[in-house]
């Protein structure tokens, strides 16, 4: 499900992301859950401050959190996320809360 008019998003954008796949040779894939699940990288260098040997402590598959949009590639459809420069007092927290409670609410009604 799409939520924005835009194919993608731009740079800068803090987008709401669930992982799919952790590989410790390339990154992190993640699906954008606000830009119809489109395909997202997360490069090693671009997950943490921290050690790459601590990657599944900060992240872990089928989980959602809020990345960065550092480069968007629109003719190779290639999207390039950053964890690094989200902080706690950054809005992205205030989005990932409203996207859980969201999430909480539809899970509610469909029942």
């Known amino acids: 499900m799409r939520f924005y008019n835009n194919k993608y998003p731009k740079v800068d954008d803090i987008v709401i ?44 598959e089928n989980k959602t959190y809020p990345f960065l949009v550092i480069n968007i590639d629109e003719k190779n459809g290639y999207i390039d996320l950053s964890n690094k420069y989200i902080i706690e007092k950054d809005r992205a927290l205030e989005k990932y809360t409203k996207y859980q409670e969201n999430d909480l609410d539809n899970s509610q009604n469909n029942y």
């Open 17 to 60: 992301c669930q992982v799919t796949k952790i590989n410790n040779s390339e990154g992190v894939r993640v699906k954008l859950l606000e830009y119809d699940n489109i395909e997202g990288l997360i490069s090693l260098n671009e997950i943490s401050r921290k050690r790459r040997f601590t990657i599944k402590r900060i992240v872990v």
